[in-house]
């Protein structure tokens, strides 16, 4: 048995700040969003994205929304050289949308990255170098000096570049790379150095970028440092803080969300959260956090279904059913108790209120998802929801009583088969527990005779026999009871009746629920018909069949 060596590891350091403002704050309205699935993403799939598929996602991106998208590396690769270059010369960024393009700090590298963006309207070079300890002094064996060098020198190549090429509106990105690992001062030093080549100002404000390349701390320990270094770097209020977070230790989401508390303006992300490792900042499930606090997230995301059709026929990755907000199951409740919770909510909900409904925390048709895929029956389900099903599905109201009779036969059938029962499953199994389309009798015909007691003469076929039955009584109900007491010997008495229309209008089928009980049994009739009394005497007739098939099974 593998025991594990805790001990090779260290708590990551906390940072002592006695004022930090962070937690006392909230977010009152969506950051700057920027899609990096086609960079960070892209690199992140086993087979990288083709053309077409990029283009496609890059379709998509513009359909959402997003004002800010990273296209590519294209002095590292030649389809994103050639994708820029697509993108420019078939006109396909419309003026509102500014591309991003991610370059190292090397010359070579930067003189090919604005070779491709010749003759885009604007841009953002985003440049990078690696500043967190391990890597300077493992991989670079620098010392901050060093690489304060390395990142001036690619600062100033950029200037140098954009100066020479003065038509596009470009603005300047650069990101200490493993900022999560990065002592705090020494990011403020390099981003400080870095903004003293570019003289960002009001009118034109460079994007500092805080990369939590490996996730290595606790979401609140990474609001601790962007609010540190908002408040230590130079020249804040020209500079656009953006965060990008990694999901290392599952928490990019909550980091990106505590980041903008403690004063990030802008974040990067990818749909789903694909990206290396264990994932990117999931843009989608930030996204509609802040619409379920009331938020305009600012991206198109209510046809869902179709934005991770095309998230998946790009990246060949499928979605797990319980994804935050856009899994198949996350608006589905299986359990007895959710699902009563829940239709009890909906029954009661007015259709203009705010939403407030149990184990739900968002409207699923907000995301073009049906409510009657929110509660599915298997062997934990309980009465509620299948009552739910049903009306939704059928227009059924399933009465009380009848539900909880209703739910045991689901329940048993469930378990019989050791899986998940579709609703034309539930209704199937309802009318041949209740309806019983081949009786032992029939009701053919019959007529009522109205006076001071109403007299009914009803003929009841099995087969090709038929008999016919006599019974008077204080209505035409209470005289087909008395008829069929008589005929077929039996006392019982009905404990419990409804009945109700199907649906509106004049021409609406009527639905008639029934139970009645004996010294022994209880049953349960239901019957369906154009005609109410029809539909009340064919659910007795249904009931009495159920008492006369147990008499018969006794005797046998």
């Not at 007895?336 to 919770?341: E, F, I, M, N």
């Not at 016919?468 to 077929?488: D, P, Y």
Request: hydrophobic content about 40%; some cysteine; aromatic content about 8%.
């Amino acid at each position: 048995m593998t025991t594990f060596n805790h001990r090779k590891y260290q708590a990551f350091p906390i940072l002592t700040m006695p004022n930090r403002q962070w937690p006392n704050n909230s977010i009152t309205q969506a950051p700057q969003w920027c899609s990096v699935d086609l960079r960070d993403g892209n690199q992140a799939l086993v087979d990288p994205m083709t053309v077409a598929q990029k283009r496609r996602y890059y379709e998509l991106l513009l359909v959402m929304g997003f004002k800010q998208i990273e296209v590519g590396f294209p002095a590292a690769s030649t389809m994103d050289f050639d994708f820029v270059r697509w993108l420019i010369e078939e006109n396909k960024i419309p003026d509102d949308v500014t591309i991003q393009v991610l370059t190292q700090a090397r010359e070579s590298l930067i003189e090919k990255t604005f070779a491709a963006l010749k003759g885009v309207k604007k841009a953002i070079i985003h440049v990078y170098n690696s500043t967190s300890t391990v890597q300077r002094e493992l991989v670079f064996q620098k010392d901050r000096q060093g690489i304060i060098d390395i990142a001036v020198q690619g600062a100033t190549w950029v200037k140098q570049h954009a100066d020479a090429n003065p038509g596009p509106q470009w603005q300047f990105e650069y990101s200490p790379e493993s900022f999560s690992g990065t002592e705090l001062d020494f990011a403020v030093d390099i981003c400080d150095a870095v903004n003293a080549v570019w003289q960002p100002t009001l009118e034109n404000p460079v994007i500092i970028n805080l990369p939590a390349t490996v996730e290595m701390s606790t979401p609140n320990v990474f609001a601790d440092q962007v609010e540190w270094f908002c408040g230590q770097v130079k020249n804040r209020e020209a500079i656009t803080v953006s965060v990008h977070t990694h999901n290392d230790r599952g928490c990019a989401v909550a980091a990106a969300e505590l980041a903008v508390m403690a004063g990030a303006d802008r974040v990067e992300g990818t749909l789903l959260g694909n990206g290396e490792r264990t994932g990117n900042m999931d843009i989608i499930t930030m996204a509609m956090n802040l619409y379920s606090q009331g938020i305009d997230p600012e991206l198109q995301l209510g046809d869902i279904d179709n934005i991770i059709s095309t998230i998946s026929g790009c990246t060949q990755l499928p979605v797990h059913p319980r994804h935050p907000y856009v899994g198949e199951l996350v608006y589905t409740a299986f359990s007895g108790s959710h699902q009563d919770a829940i239709k009890k909510c909906l029954d009661r909900r007015a259709p203009e209120s705010t939403w407030n409904v149990a184990y739900l925390p968002i409207d699923p048709t907000d995301l073009n998802r049906t409510l009657k895929h929110v509660i599915r029956v298997n062997s934990q389900s309980g009465k509620g929801g299948i009552a739910y099903l049903l009306e939704q599905e059928y227009g059924v109201q399933l009465p009380r009583w009848l539900q909880i009779d209703f739910s045991a036969v689901v329940q048993q059938q469930s378990e019989s088969t050791a899986s998940e029962l579709m609703v034309p499953q539930i209704w199937a199994l309802f009318k041949s527990t209740y309806t019983h389309p081949e009786p032992s009798y029939q009701l053919a015909d019959y007529t009522v005779s109205h006076g001071a007691i109403d007299k009914i003469q009803a003929q009841l076929a099995s087969g090709d026999n038929s008999v016919g039955v006599i019974g008077e009584g204080l209505g035409a109900l209470t005289a087909f009871i008395e008829a069929l007491k008589q005929h077929f010997n039996l006392d019982f008495e009905v404990v419990n009746f409804s009945e109700h229309a199907l649906s509106k209008g004049t021409d609406a089928d009527a639905i008639a629920y029934l139970q009645i009980k004996t010294a022994t049994e209880s049953v349960i009739g239901v019957a369906i018909h154009n005609d109410i009394l029809t539909a009340s005497l064919t659910a007795l007739l249904n009931a009495v069949n159920q008492l006369e098939t147990i008499k018969r099974l006794a005797v046998a």
